[in-house]
Structure formats: structure tokens, C-alpha cells
């Protein structure tokens, strides 16, 4: 192959086709396709990748024994722990604590804020991080948060919304928590200091989003999660609420019944510590490090379903964990950020999807399942799609035509995390579109609640991407980390009114885990896997067919 | 069998391999030699330091979180053939070149204050009072030119000796807290904490809580919306269904 000839970012090939997209903008200005009727939704998402055949399994242990869930879930759920009984001495406790909060994202670290607020002090809480204190989903979130604070909007319309979105398979205890506390998250963000983008008067900017009815996204340029996190990180360090990081949890430990405590493993050194604890609250996030059906992903480096794996070990139920979701738009190109979100505030603010052919194939802002789709249904069914040149495909995203509908100079200030990304592969998103195709996303399903941010098994509470129910079974832009904070707040205050009236000293130990080996052995799942992964491995195939384990 | 198969979803995961499994070298055609902490390695050509490295072998415990450029884990200075120029990068939002040699920092020691946001006064001797450091910068830009954010760093850093909370706030928004101006700055300053201070300040006193905000918070704890809410959740599928169709939606 004779080396490419790259025109402002673009290979020549690849340039060419640009020019049928520009041809047709002028005419796409005004024109977009209309939304979908629920039969072609229908229609369209048996191509999605929860509905094509293949990639599911029904569970063979565990509470929710039965359900569907995907390979990759169902072999970690289905694998053996990395510790045996015997290997650990748990009589000698390390950290004794009231709260132990395992994952440090918005939903964890809100967790703490409350749970202080809540009147348990600073010392009495552990947060723990596998890596370090926002090395997490979290602080990736683009687009923005969900609230209906406007005139025009209710509580009443986020909610619809909401469940229309999750395909009205919603816990509509949680479903109606999550929009009646949004507008009280909002608030207390403005109030510990967070700069949301702001109309000329001061009101809070809003906008439409994939599902939505009404304008009720609130942003913070493309860098929402890193606002909302970085001043809830600095109000956490301002606080001195003990953490520790480099530091995931393994294993849960119980009393028989309740959950008291985990092992922690220090990534760096090896060694294992003890904490035992009163209430424990899992807010490890996602798991699209699993790469569920070979998608790549918009996750952070430790979306490994850690914190389900956990939970499940101790008896906690599931649900909605056969429905993942994918991102219509991740980077299709250039190969360094394949997978990379470009947020759907892109989409809110004008962008198309257009094909090939210069045409918009579908109405922009869909719920993220169906536009998923629709995009896959053009590269791979109508073969209306753009080849990479290491052999992808995916369509236009027409950012261009972004300052076309809102002015010069918009995209660098609304979008600049955009903006830098394409720009160090010389792309200017404001000239030209680029291709995208959808990513693994998002853990719809996850660990059931009640209001309180309670599971079924004592003592042991979740809040955020790791729980299940309030999205059904598709979540909408900006109800996320909406999710974390309402129930990060729940939990954290759950807690601290359970730790208040338990008295006396907890038992720990790991038989759960034993009985849990014994239940895969019985069912007969013989495999070599084990779970926690921690972490994913991208090491080079040659260097990994050479390596030693010496130490 | 036949119908738990999908060759779209065969075909979709084949060509994202590189990016889920690790690269395989047989796929690759163009190659570089890069020096981690003196070592060389031979990698593919289109990666980044991030990928490269684990290409070679590394499997990250530290200086890798987002991999996406948000979370400034993966702070790194290089240098490259021929150049004097000692240079700062993300790992994982840099191109790996050949012929460089570069080091990661995966952590900056540096202290950050306690304050409380809701007791301190709206003014510039905020920034004196927690990081007094700040009135030692000498302007020199370097922090500047170590931004991988490209942010004015030295810009905000003036700002916030002038009290100048709004131009703060602007100017370091998209900071990432990576480190690497604070590792460069001679003045030992903590620009990013400064800045974190600066901003929280802002957000609470300059722009505070809207109106709009306010009302729909004191609607919802006075129970406007309860009873409608009541409704609705013990709405059946099928009511709920035509309530979502028969929505009105709002130009856009
Ligand atoms: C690129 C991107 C863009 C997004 N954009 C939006 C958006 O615009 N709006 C929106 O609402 N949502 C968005 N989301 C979704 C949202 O950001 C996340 O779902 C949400 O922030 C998850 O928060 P969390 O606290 O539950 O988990 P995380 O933020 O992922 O935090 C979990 C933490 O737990 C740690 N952890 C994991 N396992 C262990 C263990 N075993 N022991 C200890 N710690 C552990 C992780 O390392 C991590 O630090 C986006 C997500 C991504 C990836
Ligand atoms: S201002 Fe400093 S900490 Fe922030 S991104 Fe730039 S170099 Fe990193
Ligand atoms: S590096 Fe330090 S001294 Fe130099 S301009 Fe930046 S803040 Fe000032
Ligand atoms: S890994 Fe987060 S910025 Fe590079």
C-alpha cells in the first residue's frame, strides 16, 4: 500500500467525499428528516446490537439465575474470585469505619458530601479508588445534566420523557426521584460554586436533547462532568473526608447477612487491607472496558463491572442488565480515537448525521437507541457508509453546519474539548464534518434500588451508573449524572441515618464467596476466568506472546 | 444455530479489534522507534504515547484514567530527535513520533488549601490568603507553553492577582489539573488549584443561583407537582405510552 496523502486531516479519498456533503448542506439547513413513528423504531432496532441474534446467555448462578445478560457480563459474573478464604487473613482490620464508599466518581463522592452533611463525621468516612480520586467516567461527561427548572417544563415532563426514553420499562419509584430531586442537585452545584453556561440575564442556558420534549440541558461547555466532579472532588479534599487511592475493592465481606466491610488490593504493591465498616455504599460506575460485542468504547480505563460483580456475590438482585447502550455517534476516525464520544450537545446544537450521498438519513435527536442504529443500518444494510482506511465505517456528522444555525464563533465556545480533540489530527470540526459510528457507551441495567439507594441485601447500598431502574432500559442524555448526584445524595443520607441507629461491632468474613464457588461448581460452569478484572488489557499480542511472570 | 448469529455484528467487532483486544503486529505496515525512559521500542506508527507504550508491553496501574483527555492522569514530557525543546503532553491525546524519548509524571506533589467557599469574602485577597505564592510569579510563560489544554495559564494566574474572578473562570475553564504548568513554574505556584479556588468563587458569587432555579426548588418542597406525580406513576403502560406519543415538543 503506497503511503496516504493527507489533505487538512483528511487522505485524499476520504477528502473527495467531503465535497457531497458540502454540496448538500445549503439545502440541509432547513430541512431536517423527521422523527421516527414508534413502528419504525421498532423496525429499525432489531439491527441495534441488544436486539441482533447472538451475543446473550442466560445466567447460570446468582440471584438473578435465568436472565439474559451479555457474554462479557455473563462471564464475569459466571468466574471465580481472586481470593480463596484461606489466602486472606481478615482478623486483622485496617480502616474501621461507619461509611465505606467503594468508587470515587460523581456518585460516590456526592455520596460523602452527604453523608457528612448528614452528620457523620469526616473521620468516620473511606472512599476508596481503584485509580485515582476522577479517574472516572464521570469527569468525561460532555454533554450536560438534566433539570426542569424552566417555566415551561415540570418534574411531570422529565419524567415522561424519562420512560418513554427507557421504553417504559422504568422502576417508577426511582424514575420519579431522579426528576422530582434534579432541580435541588442544580441548585446545590450552583451553590458549592459550579459555573453552568448561563443566558444573558443569568437564567441557566438549556437545551435539546436526544428524546427530550422540552430544553433542559444544562452544560457546562463540553466539559460538564469535569465542572460538576472537579467541584465536588474540591469540596471532598476541602472537607478532609479520609480517601485512598490506587486502592480497588476485590471482595465484599459480610456478617452471614449483612455486608460489613471489603478487601481492598493496592494496585502498585499487591498488598491487601481490610476495612470494615458499617454501611457500604458501590458507586463503581460502568463497564464499558468489557467491549460487549467487540464495540469500542467512550469508558474510562477502569469501567470493568467491578461493583456488580461484587454485589452479585453477596446476593444483591439485578435488573435491566441485557440492555447496554451505545452511543450513535463515537469517533470512526482517525484510528488514535476510534470509539471517543463526540457528545450528542453536537446534535442539540444542529449537527446532522448525513451519508454518503450527502443525504440526512435521520432525524437528528432520537432516543440514542434508535439513532444507533439508524447509523448502523446506513453503513452496514444500505451500504451508505464511509470505508476508513483501516477498514471502518461510519457516516458524517455535520458539525459545520453548527455556525451555520447559531453564528461564527459558536462551536469554539461551546465546544472546545471538541474543537482540541480533532484539531491535534489537523481537523477543523468547524470546516469540515467527521465520521462517526456508535461506541459501547453506557450500563443501563445494573444493581437494583429502592428510592433510598437500598438493595435488597443488608447494609449495602448503590448509587450511580452501577445500579439499575431508573433508566429502564435506555438512558437519556443528561440523566446520568443526574442519576449519580440524586442517588450519590440518597445514599450518602441513607447511610448516615442507618449507621445512627446501628450500635455494636460488626462480624466480617468471606463465606459468601465460598458458597458462591460452590454454586458455580455445582452448575457446572468450569472455566479458568476470575472477576474483579480490574482492569483491561491492551498490551501488544508480540510482547504478550514473550512475557515471564517472575516476581 | 443460524438465528443466534449476526454477521453485521461479526463484521463491526473484526474491525475494531485493534482497539478492543490490542494490536496485532501481522496488521501493521508503517513503524517507529520511540524511547521510553531510555529504552527503545519499536511500535506502530499510528499511536498515541498512550498505546504505543502498551503496544511495547506496559500494562498502566498509574498515569492513565480517562484515556480521552479529561482527566490529566497521563501527564508527560518528551523530547524529540534533534530538538532542544523539552516538551509536555497528555499520553494519551499525543502522537507518538518517531525518535522520541519521554518520561511520564503520574502525579504532582502539591498542596491544596482548606477553605470553606460559603464563609470567605468575594475578593481578591482570597487568593492571598490561601495560596499567597501566587504574588511571586514573574511572568515568565512557562506555564503557558506547558499547557496541553493550550490554555493562557500565566493570563489566569494575573487574573487572580487582580481579583479578576470572571477572566479566572474563562480563561482556566477546560484546566484539567494535570500538573504540568505547576512542575515547570519556578515561582512554585499550584496554578490549577488557584484556578479551582478562583472558579468555585465565581460560580457561587458571581453568577449564584437564578431565579428560575430557585422557584422550581420552593414549587417542589411545597408539593406543587404531587399529586400530578402521584398519577402518573400509577399510570399503566399503555396510558403512559399515549401521554409520551401525544407529547408536545418545543422548536428547537
Ligand atoms: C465520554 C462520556 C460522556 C458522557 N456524557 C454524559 C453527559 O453528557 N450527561 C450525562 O448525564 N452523562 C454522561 N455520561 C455518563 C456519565 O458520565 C456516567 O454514567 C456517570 O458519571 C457515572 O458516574 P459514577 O459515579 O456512577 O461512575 P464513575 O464516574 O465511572 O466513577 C466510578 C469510579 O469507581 C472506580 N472503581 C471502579 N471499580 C472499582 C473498584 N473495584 N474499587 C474501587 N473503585 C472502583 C472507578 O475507577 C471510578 O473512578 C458520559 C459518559 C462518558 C463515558
Ligand atoms: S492549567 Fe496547568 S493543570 Fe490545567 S491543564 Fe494546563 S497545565 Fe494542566
Ligand atoms: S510559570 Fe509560574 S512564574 Fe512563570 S508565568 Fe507561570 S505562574 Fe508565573
Ligand atoms: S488518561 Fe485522562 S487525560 Fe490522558
Avoid at chain 1, 359 to 379: K, M
Avoid at chain 1, 439 to 460: K, W
Avoid at chain 2, 67 to 88: E, I, P
Avoid at chain 2, 204 to 217: A, S
Wanted: proline share 4%.
Amino acid at each position: 500500500m503506497a503511503e496516504l496523502k493527507y489533505i487538512e486531516g483528511y487522505p485524499e479519498n476520504i477528502r473527495k467525499e467531503i465535497d457531497k456533503v458540502t454540496k448538500t448542506r445549503e439545502k440541509r439547513i432547513n430541512y431536517t428528516p423527521p422523527a421516527m413513528t414508534m413502528k419504525e423504531r421498532d423496525e429499525v432496532l432489531r439491527i441495534h446490537p441488544d436486539y441482533a441474534p447472538g451475543g446473550k446467555r442466560e445466567l447460570q448462578v446468582g440471584p438473578n439465575k435465568g436472565n439474559l445478560a451479555p457474554n462479557e457480563v455473563a462471564d464475569l459474573l459466571e468466574a471465580y474470585p481472586l481470593i480463596e478464604q484461606d489466602e486472606v487473613n481478615i482478623s486483622q482490620v485496617d480502616y474501621d469505619t461507619d461509611i465505606l464508599i467503594i468508587g470515587g466518581g460523581l456518585a460516590g463522592t456526592s455520596a460523602a458530601l452527604w453523608a457528612n452533611d448528614s452528620g457523620i463525621a469526616t473521620e468516620r468516612i473511606l472512599l476508596t479508588n481503584k485509580l485515582r480520586h476522577g479517574d472516572a467516567n464521570s469527569i468525561m461527561a460532555e454533554g450536560g445534566t438534566q433539570a426542569a427548572d424552566r417555566e415551561v417544563d415540570s418534574v411531570m415532563k422529565h419524567y415522561i420523557d424519562t420512560i418513554g426514553g427507557g421504553h417504559f420499562e422504568n422502576k417508577p419509584d426511582v424514575a420519579r426521584a431522579l426528576v422530582e430531586d434534579a432541580p435541588l442537585i442544580m441548585k446545590w452545584l450552583c451553590e458549592l460554586g459550579a459555573i453552568f453556561d448561563r443566558e444573558e440575564g443569568g437564567d441557566l442556558a438549556e437545551k435539546l436533547a436526544g428524546g427530550l420534549s422540552v430544553k433542559r440541558m444544562h452544560s457546562c461547555r463540553d466539559y460538564t462532568g469535569l465542572e460538576e466532579f472537579r467541584v465536588l472532588r474540591d469540596e471532598f479534599r476541602t472537607r478532609e473526608i479520609p480517601y485512598l487511592e490506587h486502592y480497588p475493592a476485590i471482595e465484599l465481606l459480610t456478617d452471614g447477612d449483612r455486608v460489613t466491610g471489603a478487601v481492598l488490593w493496592n494496585l502498585e504493591t499487591g498488598e491487601y487491607k481490610i476495612v470494615r465498616a458499617k454501611a457500604t455504599i458501590i458507586a463503581t460506575g460502568g463497564y464499558g472496558r468489557l467491549h460487549i460485542r467487540g464495540f469500542p468504547t467512550t469508558n474510562h480505563y477502569g469501567a470493568t463491572f467491578d461493583g456488580v460483580v461484587l454485589a452479585y456475590r453477596v446476593g444483591a438482585k439485578l435488573r435491566d442488565i441485557d440492555a447496554v447502550q451505545y452511543h450513535p455517534t463515537g469517533a470512526a476516525y482517525p484510528i488514535q480515537i476510534v470509539g471517543y464520544l463526540l457528545t450528542e450537545k453536537l446534535r442539540g446544537s444542529g449537527a446532522q448525521p448525513v451519508n454518503a450521498d450527502g443525504e440526512a438519513f435521520v432525524y437528528p435527536l432520537e432516543p440514542r437507541d434508535v439513532e444507533a442504529s439508524a447509523i448502523i443500518r446506513e453503513c452496514y444494510v444500505r451500504n451508505k457508509g464511509i470505508v476508513t482506511p483501516t477498514g471502518l465505517r461510519g457516516v458524517w456528522l455535520d458539525t459545520p453546519l453548527i455556525e451555520i444555525k447559531n453564528g461564527k464563533g459558536y462551536i469554539e465556545k461551546a465546544f472546545p474539548g471538541m474543537i482540541r480533540m480533532y484539531k491535534r489530527y489537523d481537523i477543523d470540526i468547524r470546516k469540515d464534518p467527521v465520521l462517526v459510528f456508535p461506541t459501547l457507551h453506557y450500563q443501563n441495567g445494573g444493581i437494583e434500588t429502592d428510592p433510598a439507594g437500598r438493595t435488597n441485601v443488608d447494609g449495602l447500598w448503590v448509587a450511580g451508573e452501577v445500579s439499575g431502574g431508573v433508566h429502564g432500559k435506555n438512558r437519556l442524555m443528561g440523566n446520568s449524572t443526574l442519576d449519580c448526584l440524586v442517588f450519590g445524595r440518597r445514599a450518602g443520607m441513607s447511610t448516615a441515618e442507618y449507621v445512627k441507629a446501628h450500635k455494636g461491632e460488626n462480624k466480617i468474613a468471606l463465606d459468601h464467596v465460598k458458597r458462591y464457588v460452590k454454586n458455580l461448581e455445582q452448575a457446572g460452569v468450569k472455566c479458568t476466568r476470575r472477576a474483579p478484572i480490574i482492569l483491561p488489557d491492551y498490551r501488544g499480542k508480540a510482547a504478550l506472546a514473550r512475557m515471564i511472570d517472575v516476581f | 444455530m443460524e438465528d443466534n448469529k449476526s454477521p453485521i455484528m461479526d463484521r463491526i467487532a473484526e474491525a475494531n479489534k485493534a482497539a478492543t483486544t490490542g494490536i496485532d503486529a501481522k496488521d501493521i505496515e508503517n513503524w517507529i522507534t520511540i524511547h521510553i525512559m531510555g529504552k527503545a521500542y519499536k511500535v506502530p506508527a499510528d499511536l498515541t504515547i498512550l498505546t504505543a507504550m502498551e503496544y511495547a508491553g506496559y500494562k498502566f496501574v498509574r498515569g492513565v484514567g480517562c484515556r480521552q483527555g479529561f482527566c490529566g492522569a497521563c501527564a508527560t514530557v518528551f523530547r524529540k530527535k534533534g530538538d532542544y525543546k523539552l516538551q509536555t503532553g497528555m499520553a494519551c491525546q499525543t502522537r507518538a513520533e518517531d525518535g522520541m524519548y519521554l518520561v511520564q509524571i503520574p502525579f504532582t506533589p502539591a498542596e491544596k488549601a482548606i477553605y470553606d467557599v460559603t464563609k470567605e469574602p468575594y475578593e481578591a485577597s482570597v487568593f492571598i490568603r490561601y495560596y499567597p505564592e501566587v504574588t511571586r510569579c514573574v511572568s515568565c510563560n512557562t506555564c503557558t507553553k506547558a499547557c496541553p489544554q493550550d490554555l493562557e495559564v500565566m493570563d489566569y494566574v494575573q487574573a487572580a492577582i487582580r481579583g479578576d474572578f470572571d477572566g479566572l473562570s474563562d480563561i482556566s475553564f477546560d484546566c484539567i489539573q494535570c500538573g504540568l504548568c505547576a512542575m515547570r513554574c519556578p515561582a512554585e505556584i499550584v496554578q490549577y488549584h488557584v484556578a479551582q479556588l478562583g472558579r468555585r468563587m465565581f460560580g457561587r458569587y458571581g453568577l449564584g443561583v437564578p431565579d428560575h432555579l430557585r422557584k422550581r426548588v420552593k414549587e417542589i418542597t411545597e408539593g406543587k407537582f404531587t399529586d400530578e406525580m402521584n398519577k402518573l406513576v400509577s399510570c399503566s403502560t399503555e396510558e403512559l405510552r399515549k401521554i409520551y406519543t401525544e407529547r408536545e415538543k418545543e422548536p428547537e
